[in-house]
């Protein structure tokens, strides 16, 4: 029993993933960033109290640093791609002169603030839905991500799941190489290390790939040899009806100047058509599930706090939209409102409504593992002799 009162245990990914996906498209709904940096702040608190020990837990750094690179890659192009639309023009750089047919593209030139601010927001608006996503990439296990996934889906969800462990499993190397370096002694920092770990993480990522390829193989992922190839024609192309049905349906309800039966009508009959198709496809796929996840109460609200919190921008952008979208020209001191605030407080609630994580445990004498990179280390020398006997 914690200190909280509640039993360590791994929440639902799914939850997670709801959560994330709802302070993204928060995110994806403003440019002013004061929200923006608070979002982040927040997904930062849930990862740091709620993460577990797993090596997936500590890929969120990876994202951080690609959302810091994103914003000043936003302002580079700002820089490069002519900068000098604006009134306060920060400093002027010679600008190169492009033919005729590359009319209305300018190559360095005079920088405004304006300008660089513009792409800042652009930059930190991307950056915050990356680090959403992250954050949900180092709570959530990818393993049971990929057992709650319906049956239907299966070959789908394997390859998903596949490319969302990418990054925790390139972080686990990395810092495997780092301590086998360590342990053996090796010299560099920087650059000059650059390549004493990259070869070492490609190689031992290249083995993890073929050994999870092997494994799936031999548990039977997509193997369709027994399926007839009618049956197999219906499915498909109930589940790739119903899609394309639920874009168009979609799109009828963006567009107000389209035929009413191509709105709610269209949707409604391509989600049904959806949901045939893969209940038709699930019968077809027989397997097993150990101690299945189940959906709790502390699941609901976490999913449920983002929801709430991309409805609640919403309705801070119904309410006030140039607070949201804050104008660069003239240049002008973002603010807050009330329900921003209000947004960011539901956003980080899951900090304290998600019950502690389960921690891996670990060994009381923990051994030092073999480098990957192919290299051994030998043991330790006992010491085999006798204590001298005072006379």
């Known amino acids: 029993m914690t200190g909280t009162g509640r039993l360590p245990r791994a929440l639902h990914p799914g939850a997670w993933w709801l959560w994330a996906f709802g302070l993204a498209t928060a995110a994806s709904h403003t440019t002013n960033?004061?929200?923006?940096?608070?979002?982040?702040?927040?997904?930062?608190?849930?990862?740091?109290?709620?993460?577990?020990?797993?090596?997936?837990?500590?890929?969120?750094?990876?994202?951080?640093?690609?959302?810091?690179?994103?914003v000043a890659m936003r302002v580079v192009f700002r820089l490069v791609f002519g900068g000098g639309q604006g009134e306060h023009v920060l400093l002027h750089l010679p600008?190169?002169?492009?033919?005729?047919?590359?009319?209305?593209?300018?190559?360095?030139?005079?920088?405004?603030?304006?300008?660089?601010?513009?792409?800042?927001?652009?930059?930190?608006?991307?950056?915050?839905?990356?680090?959403?996503?992250?954050?949900?990439?180092?709570?959530?296990?990818?393993?049971?991500?990929?057992?709650?996934?319906?049956?239907?889906?299966?070959?789908?969800?394997?390859?998903?799941?596949?490319?969302?462990?990418?990054?925790?499993?390139?972080?686990?190397?990395?810092?495997?190489?780092?301590?086998a370096r360590r342990l053996r002694g090796a010299a560099g920092q920087g650059l000059?290390?650059?390549?004493?770990?990259?070869?070492?993480?490609?190689?031992?990522?290249?083995?993890?790939?073929?050994?999870?390829?092997?494994?799936?193989?031999?548990?039977?992922?997509?193997?369709?040899?027994?399926?007839?190839?009618?049956?197999?024609?219906?499915?498909?192309?109930?589940?790739?009806?119903?899609?394309v049905g639920v874009c168009v349906g979609?799109?009828?309800?963006?567009?107000?100047?389209v035929p009413g039966y191509l709105g709610l009508p269209m949707?409604?009959?391509?989600?049904?058509?959806?949901?045939?198709g893969m209940l038709l496809a699930g019968?077809?796929?027989?397997?097993?599930?150990?101690?299945?996840d189940r959906w709790r109460i502390t699941e609901l609200a976490v999913a449920g706090c983002g929801a709430a919190t991309a409805a609640a921008m919403m309705a801070a952008g119904s309410a006030d939209p140039d607070r949201l979208y804050p104008p660069v020209s003239p240049l002008t001191w973002p603010e807050l409102t009330p329900l921003m605030l209000l947004t960011i407080v539901v956003a980080v609630a899951p900090a304290w409504l998600a019950p502690p994580p389960a921690l891996a445990a670990k060994p009381a004498v923990e051994s030092a593992p073999n480098p990957p990179d192919g290299t051994t280390r030998s043991a330790p020398r006992r010491d085999t002799r006798q204590p001298e006997t005072p006379r």
């Open 283 to 292: 019968r077809r796929v027989h397997r097993s599930r150990y101690r299945p």
């Open 33 to 70: 960033p004061l929200p923006l940096a608070l979002l982040i702040a927040a997904a930062a608190l849930v990862v740091v109290r709620r993460r577990g020990n797993a090596p997936w837990a500590f890929a969120f750094r990876l994202y951080l640093v690609l959302g810091a690179v994103i």
């Open 95 to 179: 600008e190169i002169p492009l033919p005729a047919w590359a009319a209305g593209i300018r190559l360095f030139g005079p920088v405004a603030a304006e300008q660089l601010l513009g792409g800042f927001y652009d930059g930190l608006r991307l950056a915050a839905m990356l680090v959403c996503l992250g954050a949900a990439n180092a709570l959530a296990n990818p393993k049971r991500l990929l057992k709650a996934v319906p049956g239907a889906l299966y070959a789908v969800s394997t390859a998903v799941v596949v490319a969302l462990s990418v990054a925790p499993q390139l972080v686990e190397s990395v810092l495997r190489v780092r301590r």
């Open 192 to 243: 000059r290390a650059l390549r004493g770990i990259a070869l070492p993480v490609l190689a031992d990522a290249l083995d993890r790939s073929l050994a999870l390829a092997a494994a799936m193989d031999s548990r039977g992922y997509g193997r369709t040899a027994a399926i007839p190839a009618g049956q197999r024609a219906l499915t498909g192309g109930l589940v790739l009806a119903g899609l």
């Open 250 to 257: 979609t799109y009828g309800l963006l567009d107000a100047t």
């Open 267 to 276: 949707l409604l009959a391509a989600l049904a058509t959806a949901v045939v």
